[in-house]
């Protein structure tokens, strides 16, 4: 079936960067776009920004840009978001979603969590 | 960006209940509108995309209806399954913006 697994949870340093996993099974991975969206705790979904797979293209929403990265190796069907210069309020649960552009984020992972804590 | 602005943030409800949530947006998206139920500690789950097509395998007492700026998630008769917290976004400019959730919770 169509899933997306993510790598399980990290507890990072103030200050350090995170990397967390999304392997797609189940589908054609370059056919559809990759989203991360984050939650903290008790609180609403926040979007990330997306990736073209196929192309590697990248977008970020303002709040993230210079210090989130994403990227993706095609021959693993797995992408990647990696964040940096981690602070408190980062602690939250990062999720992948895929986009099927025209009908919404029909496919989430599980979700990793990541505590920033010194 | 597109702010969306949801009401109410909390239902108290009934089982057998009808239940209206609004979105609003911030500035026209046409009908490009999702709704999400998430359930604690799990992802979000695609309800309704473009406004008002149903998700395969989603019950039919879930409907969505409205397009520019106004928009409805209906459920028509709740479920003990049904409470959760619900998500509007907006899929028509980056970036993708969502409302505030609303909890849907019983009375």
């Known amino acids: 079936q169509v899933q997306l697994v993510q790598s399980g949870a990290e507890v990072k340093k103030p200050g350090a960067s995170v990397k967390v996993s999304c392997k797609a099974s189940?589908?054609?991975?370059?056919?559809?776009?990759i989203n991360w969206v984050r939650q903290a705790t008790g609180q609403g979904l926040e979007w990330m920004g997306w990736?073209?797979?196929?192309?590697?293209?990248?977008g970020y929403a303002q709040k993230f840009q210079g210090r989130v990265t994403f990227t993706r190796n095609t021959s693993r069907s797995t992408a990647y978001m990696e964040l940096s210069s981690l602070r408190s309020d980062d602690t939250a649960v990062y999720y992948c979603?895929?986009?099927?552009?025209?009908?919404?984020?029909?496919?989430w992972g599980q979700g990793t969590t990541v505590t920033v804590s010194s | 960006d597109i702010q969306m602005t949801q009401s109410p943030s909390t239902l108290s409800t009934s089982v057998g209940d009808r239940v209206t949530i609004t979105c609003r947006a911030s500035?026209?998206?046409?009908?490009?509108l999702a709704w999400y139920q998430q359930k604690p500690g799990k992802a979000p789950k695609l309800l309704i995309y473009?406004?008002?097509s149903l998700e395969s395998g989603v019950p039919s007492r879930f409907s969505g209806s409205g397009s520019g700026t106004e928009f409805t998630l209906s459920i028509s008769s709740l479920q003990p399954d049904d409470f959760a917290t619900y998500y509007c976004?907006?899929?028509?400019?980056?970036?993708?913006?969502f409302g505030q959730g609303t909890k849907v919770e019983i009375k």
């Open positions: 979603a895929r986009d099927t552009q025209l009908n919404g984020m029909d496919v």
């Open positions: 189940g589908y054609t991975f370059t056919s559809y776009e």
């Open positions: 990736m073209n797979p196929n192309s590697g293209n990248t």
């Open positions: 500035q026209s998206i046409s009908s490009w």
């Open positions: 473009k406004a008002s």
């Open positions: 976004q907006q899929y028509n400019r980056y970036p993708w913006t």
